[in-house]
Nanobody
């Protein structure tokens, strides 16, 4: 069972930045796809960024392109999400997820992920 632990959330004003971290208990072939999702109250969970840990290719939702950056530190089994130029609509619980390379094109879809963290809250005030 892969465990994922997120941290780094908080309350910031619009325009601010945060760096979210996700430490994985296992960083191997079984978790070669890592993603960040978010869910606001009353809304569906949506994928915001993903990375294939073997080749480093990244994927972003249109709503966060140019503002969010996903990266990894393999030595620390950690995936990061740098979130800049935050907007009130970015307010949500942010979840880290791990899966395995499979069907191309579903990197930002929950179906691609088997393991989930408990989430870290990001609140952006105007």
């Amino acid at each position: 069972q892969v465990q994922l632990v997120e941290s780094g959330g908080g309350s910031v004003q619009a325009g601010g930045s945060l760096r979210l971290s996700c430490v994985a208990s296992e960083y191997t072939y079984s978790t070669n796809l890592m993603g960040w999702f978010r869910q606001a109250p009353g809304k569906e969970r949506e994928g915001v960024a993903a990375i294939y840990t073997d080749f480093g290719s990244t994927y972003y939702a249109n709503s966060v392109k140019g503002r969010f950056t996903i990266s990894q530190d393999k030595a620390k089994s950690t995936v990061y999400l740098q979130v800049n130029s935050l907007k009130p609509e970015d307010t949500a619980m942010y979840y880290c997820a791990a899966g395995q390379r499979g069907v191309v094109g579903v990197e930002l879809n929950t179906v691609a992920y088997k393991y989930w963290g408990q989430g870290t809250q990001v609140t952006v005030s105007s």
